[in-house]
């Protein structure tokens, strides 16, 4: 089993910066990509950015440039780092993992969510 928490929402002005941190627990050399999801109310949860274990990470059209995923894989642990934050970006950001179980099926986590709010 692997359990996710994540940390550093909050509020923030347009233009600003966050950072947010999703720490894994449990069997955490299993996982196998990280990656962060965000739900806007009355909108459907969307990918934010996707990390592989190998280091490959993609990202949505709507973020990409100005935000960047990392990982550390020793610690099961993944963050995003956020810029120029718009109005658009208000949302909970849920971290989710991927995961082999101990009979090596497939499964995925997800964190209880922090939520980002860009306001002035």
């Known amino acids: 089993q692997v359990q996710l928490v994540e940390s550093g929402g909050g509020l923030v002005q347009p233009g600003g910066s966050l950072r947010l941190s999703c720490a894994a627990s449990g069997n955490i050399t299993s996982i196998t990509a990280m990656g962060w999801y965000r739900q806007a109310p009355g909108k459907q949860r969307e990918l934010v950015a996707i990390i592989a274990r190998s280091g490959l990470t993609n990202y949505a059209a709507s973020v990409k440039g100005r935000s960047t995923i990392s990982g550390d894989n020793a610690k099961g642990a993944v963050y995003l780092r956020m810029n120029s934050l718009k109005r658009e970006d208000t949302a909970v950001y849920y971290c989710?993992?991927?995961?082999?179980?101990?009979?090596?099926?497939?499964?995925?986590?997800w964190g209880q969510g922090t939520q980002v709010t860009v306001s002035s």
């Open positions: 989710n993992a991927e995961y082999y179980s101990d009979t090596l099926d497939i499964r995925v986590s």
